[in-house]
């Protein structure tokens, strides 16, 4: 049995969905768990008893302007690596989380070795600016071990910062006990859609790199030739932009906006197509969420998609900005049953071999097995 402290954001986002699914998958295989993070990680959602959550407490000090997360975290990290004799602490995102790390390890008197998970955000945009750069290449050199989620983000990091370090890929996945498609007909009806109308989904954090304009202009495109209905799931600071363009091209009754959802796995069953359109992603686990429901894709010939999506096997991918391209490979698979089933088979298959939750857990303990032997 591994004693195993894991810190991510715990708030909504692909990187806190793997940590925690991480968390729980490693518990369920015998491990002990110890989550340190600022708050209760939102998927943490079953009960076992060798799980354990550690909380980062951030005081506003009157002498501080902000309040030192970052320090707070490494102060709680320290105390827990010390008190539960932890082998391994598995922090998500080089900045701040490997840094942190490697300053309680200094502080810690047991010693425990440091694996750092990179899941894109913290390189594509913190790793361009220079303030931070020698800071990021340093947590990542000065873990035990380092892994991306996926080939490009490994290759792009090496790139960038000239690591001395070999990152390792190991690819996100899915639980396939949540995520699967579950006939729900009740619900397509209770948003209104009807039963002939076909739905498309994009889920994500409205931010700009996910091109929500990008996202509408193709469904624009789609509904001129299919009787559909588009679901915008998720909030961000693109909300505005985007109901302003739907309101603007006169789609008001065919996007409905549901905000943050909790059951994707059942509003992803009455889908038919997802639509990711991103300028920047390093993986884009809501593609895999949508694979494992069943759900062909479309995504961007960007970062990490063309890793997870097929072309012309589980979906397609499209040149970024070409929202006519993307419109006319989502009409191809809405207006043909036998493909859109062979791609939905598909999709299921590649879940289930490629991205297969026990492969991936199993990869992982073998890369903490070889850290913790090595001297
Ligand atoms: O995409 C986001 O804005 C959220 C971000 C995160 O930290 O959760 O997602 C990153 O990590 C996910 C899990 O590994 C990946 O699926 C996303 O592609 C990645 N986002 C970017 O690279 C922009």
Request: no cysteine; proline share 10%.
């Given at each position: 049995m591994r004693k195993i402290g894991i810190t991510c954001?715990?708030?909504?986002?692909g990187s806190g969905i793997i940590a925690t699914e991480l968390g729980m998958l490693l518990a369920e295989r015998g491990n002990e768990v110890h989550f340190i993070t600022s708050?209760?990680?939102?998927?943490?959602n079953r009960i076992n008893p060798r799980i354990y959550f550690h909380e980062v407490e951030l005081n506003h000090y009157p002498?501080?302007?902000?309040?030192?997360y970052d320090l707070a975290l490494a102060a709680k990290m320290a105390e827990v690596i010390n008190r539960e004799k932890l082998d391994i602490l598995h922090v998500h995102y080089a900045m701040p989380h490997a840094i942190s790390a490697l300053l309680a390890k200094d502080i810690a008197e047991h010693d425990v070795k440091i694996v750092t998970t990179l899941h894109g955000t913290d390189i594509t945009?913190?790793?361009?600016d220079d303030i931070f750069k020698n800071m990021i290449k340093h947590g990542i050199e000065k873990s035990d071990a380092v892994t991306a989620v996926s080939h490009y983000l490994a290759d792009h990091t090496a790139d960038l910062l000239h690591v001395n370090k070999e990152i390792e890929v190991i690819y996100n996945f899915v639980n396939e006990k949540q995520y699967y498609r579950k006939e729900m007909p009740i619900i397509k009806e209770q948003y209104g859609i009807a039963p002939e109308e076909k739905v498309v989904v994009h889920i994500s954090?409205?931010?700009?790199?996910?091109r929500l304009p990008d996202v509408i202009q193709t469904f624009q495109l789609i509904q001129e030739n299919i009787p559909s209905k588009l679901l915008l799931i998720g909030d961000g600071p693109e909300y505005g932009t985007a109901s302003a363009l739907v309101e603007e091209l006169g789609l008001d009754e065919k996007?409905?906006?549901?905000?943050?959802?909790?059951n994707i796995n059942e509003l992803l069953s009455i889908c038919d197509l997802k639509l990711l359109l991103s300028?920047?992603?390093?993986?884009?686990?809501v593609l895999l969420e949508a694979m494992a429901c069943g759900v062909p894709c479309i995504g961007t010939n960007i970062g990490g998609i063309p890793e997870v999506i097929q072309h012309g096997e589980t979906g397609y991918i499209t040149e970024l900005g070409d929202t006519k391209q993307a419109a006319t490979y989502a009409i191809k698979i809405l207006s043909n049953q036998e493909q859109h089933q062979r791609f939905a088979a598909n999709a299921l298959e590649m879940v289930h071999t490629q991205f297969h939750s026990k492969e991936i857990v199993e990869h992982y303990e073998r890369l903490y097995d070889k850290v913790l032997d090595t001297p």
């Open positions: 954001y715990p708030s909504v986002g708050s209760l990680p939102f998927r943490l002498v501080f302007q902000y309040p030192p945009v913190l790793a361009i954090n409205f931010r700009k790199v996910k996007v409905l906006f549901l905000g943050k959802q909790k300028e920047k992603e390093s993986f884009g686990l």
